[in-house]
């Protein structure tokens, strides 16, 4: 897709992928904080059927590298700046605002990652983004996700929560 795609929700789920997770490390979930976010780990997803609906996400799910998370991370930036809209262009403004999920997934036998982001005013104040996929329906720019193509290193679609 070459434009980003408004997505309008009515509400809130978050599902849960992992007990909990430590800054800067692997723990026994798998769940790994990263500067930008965290990478959750991709054998919790099969746990969580409600995430991965919501997403239409589908399976064998993996768990993305340090390498590939900052890659699909510079990518859908890269992307923000050439999409012509104010959203857009506000999100990259205020990128570092944003904590971010890499979540892999499969399609077709190629990997995918589901690159998940909140803004700064719900991370600060709940720590479930850490540990579970979050599902935010609605909510304007404050959510949005992309999805990326591993093999081709493409961004082929930016969503953005609508407001209600």
Request: proline letters at 2%.
């Amino acid at each position: 897709m070459n434009q980003i795609r408004a997505s309008y929700v009515l509400m809130l789920l978050v599902v849960s992928v992992a007990p909990a997770c430590s800054e800067g490390g692997d723990v026994s979930n798998g769940a790994l904080l990263i500067d930008s976010g965290v990478i959750l780990d991709g054998g919790q997803l099969d746990q969580s059927s409600l995430s991965a609906q919501a997403f239409d996400l589908s399976g064998p799910y993996w768990t993305p590298t340090v390498e590939q998370a900052s890659l699909a991370d510079r990518t859908v930036l890269d992307r923000l700046r050439q999409v012509n809209s104010a959203q857009s262009r506000q999100i990259a403004d205020t990128i570092g605002d944003y904590k971010r999920q890499y979540v892999g997934y499969t399609v077709g036998g190629q990997q995918w990652m589901l690159v998940n982001a909140v803004c700064r005013s719900y991370w600060e104040k709940n720590e479930s983004w850490k540990s579970a996929v979050v599902v935010m329906l609605d909510g304007g720019i404050c959510y949005f996700r992309a999805r990326f193509e591993l093999a081709t290193s493409m961004v082929y679609s930016v969503e953005v929560n609508g407001d209600a």
